[in-house]
C-alpha cells in the first residue's frame, strides 16, 4: 500500500480522525478521504460524523462551517491559507443598510461567506438547495449574499420574490462566458453541457443542465449520452470519471481550476494529523451566533 495511505490511516486511527473532501480538491486528497462531496453534503456530514476530529480538506469557509456544527471537535484544515475569496464579496454595512430599507427581508446567505457574515444572515443555503429554501421562506424580499450568479439563477425560478443581488463571484465560475460554451460545443456537438451555477446567467442559459458539483455527477451518471461538457472546477472529473468508466467528460475551459482548493495536500493532511493544527479557532459567541442560519438550511433542506 501506498506510503502517504497508511500513515494517514495509521494517524487517523491514533486520533480518532475523520477526513472530509470537497469535490474540488486534488485527486489523490479525494481518493484518501472517507467522505467526498459537494458543500451541502459535507455540511451534513460534518454533522453526523462520531470522531473526535475532523480534517477538512477544503477552504476555509468549509472548515469553519464544520467549526459551528461542532463546536466540541477539533476542526482541522490542513491548508490554512486555502481561502475562498467570495466568501469575503459582502459586507455587514450593505446588510443592515438592505434591512433598514425592507420590513420583511430575508438576508440569504450562500454557506460560501466568512462566519462573520453568516452570523447576520437569516438562513444559509448552499448551489443545492438554494431553490428549495428560498421558495420555502415566507419574505418576499430577499437580499442574497455573496454570489450574484447564483443569486440570479434562484431567482429567476421563483419570480413571485423580489430580490436584491450582491456584487459578489467566484472568479473560477465567472470568467467562463457564452463564446466558450458555444465553442465547446462546436468542438463537441451533441454533448450535453453541464455547469455550475456560479456561471454568469447567459452561460447557464446556454446549458443543459445547471446544478451543484453533486447535481452535476448525478446528472451525468442518469442520462444516457456518452459524453459531456462540464463547466465546472476540474476536481469533479476525478469523481465523474470514476463513478462512468465508459463515458467521456471534456472540461469546458482548460482554466477553470480553483488554486485554493488545490492548496491541500495528502504531505498537508498528515501534517495537520501529526501536529494538530492549523487548528480552527472561533469564539463561542461567533459559533452560536453563525449556528442559527446554517441549522436552519439543514432543517429546511
Ligand atoms: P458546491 O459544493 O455547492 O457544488 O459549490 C461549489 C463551490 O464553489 C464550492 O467552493
Ligand atoms: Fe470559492 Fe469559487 Fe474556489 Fe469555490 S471554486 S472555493 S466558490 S473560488
Avoid: W
Amino acid at each position: 500500500m501506498d506510503e502517504k495511505l497508511l500513515r494517514i490511516q495509521e494517524l487517523k486511527k491514533e486520533k480518532n480522525a475523520v477526513i472530509l473532501a470537497h469535490y474540488y480538491t486534488p485527486d489523490e486528497v479525494q481518493a484518501v478521504s472517507d467522505f467526498v462531496g459537494d458543500s451541502f453534503y459535507l455540511s451534513q456530514i460534518a454533522e453526523q460524523v462520531q470522531e473526535q476530529t475532523i480534517v477538512m480538506c477544503g477552504v476555509r469557509f468549509m472548515g469553519e462551517s464544520a467549526k459551528i456544527l461542532n463546536p466540541d471537535k477539533t476542526v482541522l484544515l490542513p491548508a490554512a491559507n486555502a481561502d475562498c475569496p467570495m466568501a469575503h464579496m459582502a459586507t455587514v454595512e450593505r446588510i443592515a443598510e438592505m434591512q433598514a430599507q425592507y420590513d420583511d427581508l430575508a438576508v440569504v446567505c450562500y454557506v460560501n461567506s466568512t462566519a462573520e457574515l453568516k452570523m447576520h444572515a437569516d438562513v444559509c443555503v448552499t448551489s443545492a438547495n438554494a431553490l428549495k429554501i428560498v421558495k420555502a421562506l415566507p419574505n418576499h424580499n430577499i437580499f442574497f449574499i455573496p454570489d450574484e450568479n447564483l443569486g440570479r439563477f434562484v431567482a429567476a425560478q421563483i419570480p413571485e420574490k423580489h430580490f436584491i443581488f450582491n456584487d459578489g463571484c467566484c472568479p473560477v465560475h465567472a470568467f467562463l462566458s457564452a463564446a466558450d460554451v458555444r465553442a465547446a460545443k462546436a468542438a463537441h456537438p451533441g454533448a450535453p453541457v453541464l455547469v455550475h451555477p456560479e456561471c454568469r446567467p447567459e452561460v447557464s442559459a446556454l446549458a443543459d443542465y445547471a446544478g451543484s458539483t453533486a447535481g452535476i455527477i448525478r446528472y451525468a451518471g442518469e442520462n444516457s449520452a456518452g459524453e459531456f461538457i462540464i463547466g465546472t472546477e476540474h476536481g469533479v472529473l476525478y469523481e465523474l470519471k470514476k463513478q462512468n468508466p465508459g463515458k467521456k467528460f471534456y472540461p469546458l475551459h482548460e482554466e477553470q481550476i480553483c488554486p485554493n482548493m488545490k492548496r491541500v495536500t495528502l504531505d498537508k493532511v498528515i501534517a495537520a494529523l501529526e501536529n494538530g493544527t492549523p487548528a480552527v479557532h472561533m469564539d463561542a459567541d461567533s459559533i452560536r451566533r453563525a449556528h442559527a442560519p446554517l441549522q436552519r438550511m439543514l432543517d429546511l433542506s
